[in-house]
Nanobody
């Protein structure tokens, strides 16, 4: 089992930045994929970004050029740097870890983009 704890969500004005963190309770065995997803009220959870243990990144078209996913393996932590935030980025952001055939989720952190 792996516990994932997200942090860093907040209220921010349009055009602002936030950095989300996802701390894992232990090192994730490689190969693995760490990802970020988000869910807005009334909508399905959607993919935002991912980072493999090999260093490959993938981003949703809606966040390309604005969001950056990274990881610090020594701290068992994955980050999501979000710049140029828009009101449509408002959502609960969830961290996901895929290790072998298992998938783990965090409890989510709220990001609200509003003036």
């Amino acid at each position: 089992q792996v516990q994932l704890v997200e942090s860093g969500g907040n209220l921010v004005q349009p055009g602002g930045s936030l950095r989300l963190s996802c701390a894992a309770s232990r090192s994730i065995v490689s190969p693995n994929v760490m990802g970020w997803y988000r869910q807005s009220p009334g909508k399905e959870r959607e993919f935002v970004a991912s980072l493999t243990s090999g260093g490959r990144t993938n981003y949703a078209d809606s966040v390309k050029g604005r969001f950056t996913v990274s990881r610090d393996n020594a701290k068992n932590t994955v980050y999501l740097q979000m710049n140029s935030l828009k009101p449509e980025d408002t959502a609960v952001y969830y961290c996901n870890a895929v290790e072998y055939a298992s998938s783990y989720w965090g409890q989510g952190t709220q990001v609200t983009v509003s003036s």
